[in-house]
């Protein structure tokens, strides 16, 4: 436990590495129907952050980690692995499942400090890019340009690109709740400063809607082929009041594209809105292996076996590191 005053470097623009950007282009996702928010910074400073729409961002807590750099795996493409892209793709939501008192004035002060020490801890793990406490304040932890321990094993597609091991590629935003009691989730100063959190981010790296999503989405365990390691956000995830479309209906990616399953456990740690995705990729999956002249279960082996191979390109170029960048 640290106890005292916590003196940090404070992550300013001025030494936040700013490499070539390489945002996916604009005039396709305006053709896509899709919406990117205008926001923009309005002041920035050691202390915070305020941006158009009334997002403030804490900055006190801020940490550097590894830079961000990632390959690019075209979806059409047989999993030759591409160039590498500094910007982040997408968010993945979690709950940081800690300790909770209820949301009452008499218990103020454990809230502040059951808060502060959640906030130790998890900048001490590098593990979000930002956090939402219960008082609805965002805190900068790891700073944009940098990889965050979020996500581990995971997987994610949207209409261009696949996404292994989102740590890198995607951008972690953790709600101080935790899933399962009795109390009410999330409160409407998180989802408050979550939705000016999201259109700030999606407005900086024109993250479309389909890259919005929760951990228990995109969470895998490779050892047995399941999804769900994780299962934060399996369930009520506000999308509309953060001004997102019901991603739970996207059929699950690591279903049809590498032939992961679930099992009941992660059934009952979730609910039939997250199931959509799930029956829809089912779906996909016996389409394909009827258009493959397979069963299903041969089909799905194949497309494991594909997980695998592609799993270890990427180690591979990961041993290697080029050093191009994607022109667009
Ligand atoms: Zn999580």
């Not at 399941?226 to 209906?249: C, M, Q, S």
Request: charged letters at 25%.
């Amino acid at each position: 436990m640290v106890i005292g005053v916590v003196i940090v470097p404070l992550a300013s623009d001025v030494n936040v590495r700013h490499l070539q950007a390489d945002k996916l282009p604009i005039m396709a996702m305006r053709q896509a129907g899709l919406d990117i928010p205008n926001v923009w910074a309005v002041e920035q400073t050691k202390g915070s952050d305020v941006y158009s729409n009334g997002l403030q961002i804490e900055n006190r807590l801020a940490v550097t980690n590894e830079p961000r750099a990632y390959p690019l795996v075209r979806r059409e493409s047989d999993g030759q692995v591409g160039p590498l892209r500094d910007q982040p793709a997408g968010i993945v939501f979690h709950t940081t499942e800690s300790d909770q008192v209820p949301f009452e004035a008499s218990q103020s002060r454990a809230l502040k400090r059951i808060g502060q020490e959640l906030l130790l801890y998890i900048r001490n793990k590098r593990a979000y890019h930002f956090l939402i406490d219960r008082f609805g304040r965002v805190h900068r932890i790891v700073v944009e340009s940098d990889t965050a321990n979020h996500a581990g094993h995971s997987v994610w597609a949207d209409s261009r690109w696949v996404y292994f091991d989102l740590n890198a590629s995607f951008l972690g935003v953790a709600f101080e709740a935790r899933m399962h009691t009795d109390e009410r989730l999330v409160n409407q100063a998180q989802i408050h400063a979550a939705k000016v959190l999201t259109e700030m981010l999606r407005s900086k790296y024109t993250i479309p809607a389909e890259n919005c999503i929760t951990h228990a989405q995109v969470s895998v365990n490779p050892d047995n082929t399941r999804v769900g390691w994780h299962t934060d956000w399996g369930a009520g995830f506000p999308f509309k009041d953060i001004g997102l479309p019901d991603n739970y209906e996207l059929p699950n990616p690591s279903l049809y594209l590498f032939g992961f399953g679930y099992d009941p456990t992660y059934m009952n740690s979730t609910n039939p809105e997250l199931w959509k995705g799930l029956f829809q990729a089912e779906e996909r999956v016996r389409e394909a292996a009827v258009e493959h002249r397979q069963s299903i279960a041969e089909y799905r082996t194949s497309l494991q076996k594909k997980y695998r191979k592609q799993i270890s390109a990427l180690r591979h170029r990961g041993a290697t590191e080029e050093n191009d960048h994607e022109p667009n």
